[in-house]
């Protein structure tokens, strides 16, 4: 079984700061927990933020400088701080998960957290 579990969501006014965590695990025992991907109300997925084991990260221009992404390579984790959060930013963020298996490659999405910031 292969769990990506995400955490964290919430509403906040603007400018201010959530926090998102997402773990993955399971019997593959490679699962990595990459990045996040948001999806705004009728629009399509976009990525946020993707990151390496070995630490390189990669933002979408909207919200570089704001948001700051991170992992736990000991926990299986990724996080997701993000300041000065704006309308714009309310979507539902999803975190993604890849793995080999022999050699396929697999990915695995959370079942998404929302975040919503008022005016």
């Known amino acids: 079984q292969v769990q990506v579990v995400e955490s964290g969501g919430g509403l906040v006014q603007a400018g201010g700061s959530l926090r998102l965590s997402c773990a993955a695990s399971g019997s593959t025992g490679s699962i990595n927990p990459i990045g996040w991907y948001r999806q705004p109300l009728g629009k399509q997925r976009e990525l946020v933020a993707t990151?390496?084991?070995?630490?390189?990260?990669d933002y979408a221009d909207s919200v570089k400088g704001r948001f700051t992404i991170s992992r736990d390579n000991a926990k299986n984790t990724v996080h997701l701080q993000m300041n000065s959060l704006k309308p714009e930013d309310t979507a539902v963020y999803y975190c993604k998960a890849d793995w080999y298996y022999g050699s396929t490659y697999y990915i695995r999405w959370g079942q998404g957290t929302q975040v919503t910031v008022s005016s």
């Open positions: 990151i390496t084991s070995d630490g390189w990260t």
